[in-house]
């Protein structure tokens, strides 16, 4: 068991990453505005922002110095997350902004408490964002199974719930 959680672990960042652009590819090119936003919002927060912080020296462990970057990362990703679901006219993005709540609480928690043991900090921080990556691809094929089946269909919410700016 000990084997194949220390496999997992060497590379499951690679795995995670390299998921994500592949389905970033599919999303760019079959996907609806939703689901565009939503991948869009998950490399610009999640995924690009650790090369660069990687090129720079910069190390993500919770006592670092850098660790309110990360805290602000995840906290704009809950924004834009939540901003996307609430006008997209899709289910499926509310949990993708529920899961990002999770670890923005994980943060606070972390913050008010000094005693959360690191393994329970590091799952609720990393674990939700492999739940959002899944719940990306299953929405994305939803989409294209519904749209290949009913045809087109409105992107976002109609009224008040949704700005005008925001439509692609």
Not at 111 to 116: G, N, Q, R, S
Request: charged content about 10%.
């Amino acid at each position: 068991m000990g084997d194949w959680v220390e496999w997992f672990n060497a590379y499951r960042v690679s795995a995670q990453h390299l998921a994500s652009v592949l389905l970033a590819a599919a999303i760019w090119r079959w996907g609806g505005a939703p689901e565009r936003w939503l991948m869009g919002a998950f490399l610009a927060t999640m995924i690009a922002p650790m090369y660069v912080f990687d090129a720079l020296g910069i190390w993500a462990a919770e006592a670092s110095p850098y660790a309110p970057l990360y805290i602000g990362l995840d906290v704009l990703a809950a924004a834009l997350f939540t901003a996307i679901a609430l006008n997209a006219n899709r289910n499926y993005p509310l949990w993708i902004a529920g899961f990002q709540l999770v670890a923005v609480v994980a943060h606070l928690v972390k913050a008010l408490v000094h005693d959360v043991s690191p393994f329970a900090y590091a799952v609720l921080v990393i674990g939700p964002s492999y739940c959002q990556l899944l719940l990306l691809l299953g929405g994305f094929a939803r989409h294209t199974a519904r749209q290949r089946r009913f045809g087109p269909y409105r992107e976002w919410r109609l009224g008040w719930q949704a700005p005008q700016w925001w439509r692609a």
